[in-house]
């Protein structure tokens, strides 16, 4: 029973429990003059997002920067904690004017990869029930041929002829032409190492290289006492530098224009072509999984031939 205090007419308060039972019910005055959390906008989280991507190659760093441009510009300014699947989709409506099937799949994607660093649950961007991406036929991919590829090799200069045929014959991602230095090059045993950051498994593996190519990378190299091993293998080129020469040397030269990943594909399907097991395929091109290395880069060859690259090199 509760005990009150007859000369001040209210709860005698002396008992603590009590004191701190009627304590709760007297409001914090100082929460009035604090002000709101701050919530996170969509541009906000997407830059945070952008700044951890430091495990990435250059090219991917790249394309995620033009896929936060467009996210930005339709849900930038969006609180990301309030986003909803409704507003996703209407950006995905808003993609569909000018962007390809492929392109606003991408974007969607990276949205995701945003929301889910952000740690936004549930993450709209994944809720496939209103979500709806646009469908499109995958562009088929027609790998060059040795004649195409040679004749892109006369045409370019010279800074990007060695890592053209090292593309061509190692099946390597093309960040692999930025991030592979002297240090990486075995001389004795003529095999270079191809870093985690290039493959797809995220291991660090060794190519054997054919023996003109060993001889062309040792010609390019100073003695060895005088070697730098932090200094790029392939100095004055880089990914998209050799983009850039390679479409050029296309037009130029009347051929059908292929990209530095076209050759990855080549590769694998020549390798399929000579009977090489799918395992051995993904280890030699360090391609993470054997049902994409099957599906997505094997094609039908319109030639199977290889470069002579002693000849190419000779000339």
């Known amino acids: 029973m509760r005990r009150f205090d007859s000369s001040r007419g209210h709860p005698d308060t002396s008992n603590h429990a009590e004191r701190a039972w009627l304590a709760r ?110 469908r499109g036929e995958d562009e088929e991919i027609n790998p060059p041929t040795a004649a195409h590829v040679a004749a892109v090799f006369v045409r370019i200069a010279e800074v990007h002829r060695l890592p053209l045929l090292w593309l061509d ?9 930025d991030l592979t230095l002297v240090g990486d090059y075995d001389e004795p045993r003529r095999r270079l190492r191809l870093r985690a950051a290039t493959t797809k498994t995220k291991r660090a593996l060794w190519v054997d290289l054919h023996p003109a190519l060993a001889d062309a990378i040792e010609a390019s190299l100073p003695h060895r006492r005088f070697r730098d091993p932090q200094v790029s293998l392939f100095d004055g080129s880089g990914a998209d530098a050799l983009r850039t020469a390679i479409g050029k040397a296309c037009k130029a030269e009347g051929i059908p224009t292929f990209s530095p990943h076209d050759l990855r594909h080549r590769r694998i399907s020549l390798l399929h072509l000579r009977g090489v097991p799918w395992a051995r395929i993904g280890e030699f091109v360090g391609q993470r999984s054997l049902s994409v290395t099957a599906d997505i880069y094997s094609h039908v060859l319109s030639d199977e031939t290889e470069i002579d690259y002693a000849a190419l090199l000779a000339g």
């Open 25 to 134: 019910r007297v409001p914090d005055l100082r929460l009035l003059d604090a002000e709101p959390a701050k919530q996170r906008t969509v541009g906000e989280v997407a830059a945070a997002w952008y700044a951890s991507r430091i495990d990435v190659a250059g090219t991917t760093r790249t394309r995620n920067d033009v896929e936060i441009k467009r996210i930005v510009r339709e849900l930038g300014s969006r609180p990301a904690d309030l986003l909803d699947a409704h507003e996703v989709a209407v950006m995905v409506v808003a993609l569909t004017d000018g962007c390809k099937p492929s392109t606003i799949r991408k974007t969607v994607q990276t949205l995701a990869m945003i929301l889910d660093h952000a740690g936004v649950t549930p993450n709209p961007a994944r809720d496939k029930t209103i979500v709806k991406l646009p």
């Open 169 to 177: 014959w190692s099946g390597a991602r093309v960040a692999s032409v």
